[in-house]
């Protein structure tokens, strides 16, 4: 990739050239204010700063420095103030994860603690990690940022195609599933040596051993109908005929018009929770235990329940209120209520960890209202959608999720499920 910005060097001694035009070097005796004013970065060792932090154009912030900003005990460095007016002035603004930052010190200061929480091998590691969930997508813009991205800190002075190699070789080990990769090979990063898991069972072998569970025995069709042709193609999740799974889903709980319903909430997603979200989960999961408590689960089981959330920080939040709910103060994951004629047993989870499991109804919180982030993994929207027996109540603010370019799922999602305002 072509670097288009001006970087400068500043050094003890400049015993060599570089032979790129982007790339300048000086000394800390022979560098004046004009030719830093050029650069778009200006490196410095941390040993000399203080002997050219008064050449430094006012525009230039400093970042991984203690000397520039200052501490509870010292001032911050003349240069540091003058940069500050300098902002005011020429407004910028910086932005991470939803907030945005004006002023030059927060800024600054948000960076630097960056640098010191991360290392370079977690920034590659969650990014393969990210890179292998959406593995099935195809021309999906946020995976191809995400390869150009891990191609990017590769460093230079190393031999490319063996650090690409050791990153093959820890995707194929650390993320890959071995049912998926017996059935059709790894997608995505491999490695060179071809193997049964690297590239699957041939079309003879697989045939003997794979049965395609076509017929779904849990959702309400209305539950079934969006994921069975948003993820399968209409080849699988197909409704059970005999018995009629729409006739053993029945029930008396009317309030929603639809099995699958999106209840509208503009709220705001702050850290990762969303608090506006959390009032309305609790006042519809309110709403149906009434309801529970007077009337028999179809099945003559107990009543089951499942608060749902993408986000452990709005997982913490909902747990909050339904301690309270149900006067369990150390309640972690399982709630009861038993003071109706049936018992209603309550389950909050994130979506990841109620894989597999199931419920009468699902209320899911969407959290997000400023980024899609993790959320556009296939596998995890198609678990968070599908583990509703009768309703399943999507909480969200509609308008983001519908307008939002950077997952087709969950844009599908928002487009083809029933919306409600949060009140009836």
Known sequence: ????????????????????????????????????????????????????????????AVLRSKNWTGSEQEQASEHAFRHNFYQKTHRFFYKEKGREFSDSFEI???????????????????????????????????????????EEFIPKSLEREKVEDAFNSVAVMAFSSILESLVQG????TVKKESTITEGFNPADIGKRKTTLVYQHRMHPDISRFPRKQFYNEKALL??????????????????????VWVDVN???????????????????????????????????????????????????????????????????????????YKINIKLHTVDKFQGHEADIVFLSMVQTSRV?????????????????????????????????????LQNLAKNTHKIERYK
């Open 186 to 189: 790894i997608k995505g990063r």
């Open 267 to 341: 709220g705001e997603m702050v850290r990762n929770y969303n608090e506006e979200e959390v009032k309305v989960l609790i006042e519809h999961l309110k709403r149906f235990i009434e309801y529970a408590k007077k009337t028999e689960q179809p099945e003559k089981k107990d009543w089951s329940v499942a608060c749902l959330a993408f986000y452990r920080g709005q997982e913490t939040k909902i747990r909050e209120r339904l301690q309270s709910l149900t006067s369990n103060e150390n309640g972690i994951s399982n709630f009861t209520v038993k003071d109706g004629a």
């Open 1 to 60: 990739m072509k670097n288009n910005k001006l970087l400068f060097f500043i050094v003890d001694k400049a015993i060599y050239k570089i032979d790129d035009e982007n790339i300048q070097i000086g000394t800390f005796k022979g560098i004046n204010r004009l030719e830093l004013t050029a650069a778009d970065i200006i490196f410095i060792e941390e040993t000399h700063f203080n002997e050219v932090v008064d050449k430094l154009p006012e525009r230039h």
């Open 239 to 260: 409704d059970l005929a005999v018995p009629s799974i729409t006739d053993s889903r029945q029930w008396g709980y009317n309030y929603y018009q639809n099995r699958c």
């Open 373 to 409: 982030g993790f959320m556009d993994n296939p596998n995890r929207l198609n678990v968070a959608i599908t583990r509703a027996k009768f309703q399943l109540v999507i909480i969200g603010c509609h308008k983001y999720f519908l307008e939002q370019y950077q997952s087709d799922d």
């Open 108 to 150: 600054t200061g948000q960076i630097n603690r960056y640098f010191s929480e991360k290392n370079w091998a977690e920034e590659v590691a969650w990014r393969i990690d990210r890179e292998h969930q959406l593995r099935l997508k195809e021309k999906n813009k946020t995976k191809e940022k995400l390869t150009t991205a891990i």
